[in-house]
């Protein structure tokens, strides 16, 4: 079993960084692809950013392109979030989860584990 554990999450103002973090521990962790998605009250969990494990090709949401950047460590099993830019509608959870196998990268459905989620809140 893979746990992933965020950190990093916090309340910033408008215009503010921050950036987030994700450790995976448990059995020999080698998947295809991290990623972050994030959850606002009320609504769905939407896809952010993915990073292939092997190789570093990277994807983004429209929101995150020009902002947030994706990176790995494969070393220390981590990935990280930078968000740079942060508006008021940032605001939400922002959970880290990885995949096994290659599929569709923007989809929840898609990933095999979850961490607990991070809040990150952005005021104006």
């Known amino acids: 079993q893979v746990q992933l554990v965020e950190s990093g999450g916090g309340s910033v103002q408008a215009g503010g960084s921050l950036r987030l973090s994700c450790a995976a521990s448990g059995r020999t962790f080698n998947p295809h692809r991290m990623g972050w998605f994030y959850q606002a009250p009320g609504k769905e969990r939407k896809f952010v950013a993915a990073?292939?494990?092997?190789?570093?090709?990277?994807q983004y949401a429209d929101l995150a392109k020009g902002r947030f950047t994706i990176s790995r460590d494969n070393a220390k099993n981590s990935v990280y979030l930078q968000m740079n830019s942060l508006k008021p509608e940032d605001t939400a959870v922002y959970y880290c989860?990885?995949?096994?196998?290659?599929?569709?990268?923007?989809?929840?459905?898609?990933?095999?584990?979850w961490g607990q989620g991070t809040q990150v809140t952005v005021s104006s």
């Open positions: 990073i292939v494990w092997s190789g570093g090709i990277t």
């Open positions: 989860a990885a995949a096994q196998i290659p599929g569709l990268w923007t989809r929840t459905t898609q990933y095999d584990y």
